[in-house]
């Protein structure tokens, strides 16, 4: 499975999780099955973060990327989840993964510059932040990042942190929200299947592809927020 075809994944279950979100009673058999399929995007995309940093020419063009693409996109996010223009009480994903991304670039020159041990530190505080900021998925975003990229030599390793930190995040998530919604989370752990089949090739690609991907977020919350609007 290449690198395309997880992205093409991501986008697809995120709108079905998006689709679930939207339009399905909340605690109906529809949108427990929409929203458990969905939650495999959040790991599949930071997955892709982390491959992206281990496999870009210009980390500092992809970061600026990232964090284009989440300036862009916190109008239409807010407008999505709450109907507001601006909410500074909570920011979108990809903040999240910015600061991810930000983690891996101190972690990896701590470890080249300094100690192992130290090199942690840098995600630690993206972490932190992404916390401070309420960004979406936050910490935990932040940690998948981190887990994928430092496991990726290692699939057993890779998988028995990953089961420990969706069980960790799904633990937070019953607590604050409810039962349900921690076991829903669990479905995370889907994501494990189309990773562990990357076969490590990017697959074909295109600036249009590029750019359409990266753009797909911000204009399919618009899209689904004008629906329901008119609706």
């Not at 900021?133 to 990229?149: A, C, H, K, P």
């Amino acid at each position: 499975m290449t690198g395309v075809v997880l992205k093409l994944l991501a986008v697809i279950t995120m709108v079905i999780d998006h689709i679930g979100y939207t339009f399905m009673v909340y605690g109906s058999t529809e949108y427990i099955v929409l929203r458990c399929i969905g939650r495999m995007s959040m790991p599949l995309f930071c997955f892709l973060v982390a491959e992206g940093f281990a496999n870009t020419k210009n980390v500092t063009k992809y970061l600026q990327r990232l964090v284009l693409l989440a300036v862009l996109s916190e109008i239409p996010f807010d407008l999505f989840g709450t109907g507001h223009v601006f909410n500074w009480k909570t920011q979108n994903v990809f903040f999240t993964h910015c600061l991810g991304l930000l983690g891996l670039m101190g972690y990896e020159y701590l470890s080249v510059h300094w100690r192992k041990w130290v090199a942690v530190v840098p995600v630690i505080a993206c972490g932190v932040a992404a916390w401070l900021l309420n960004t979406d998925y936050g910490v935990f975003g932040v940690g998948f990042i981190f887990v994928f990229y430092v496991t990726q030599d290692d699939r057993l390793y890779r998988v028995l942190i990953t089961i420990l930190w969706v069980a960790m995040y799904a633990v937070t998530q019953a607590l604050s929200t409810n039962f349900i919604w921690g076991c829903i989370t669990l479905c995370e752990l889907l994501a494990l299947m189309p990773i562990l089949m990357y076969n490590n090739i990017k697959g074909y690609t295109s600036k249009l592809q590029q750019y359409s991907f990266y753009g797909f977020y911000p204009v399919h919350l618009l899209f689904l927020y004008l629906l329901v609007y008119v609706l």
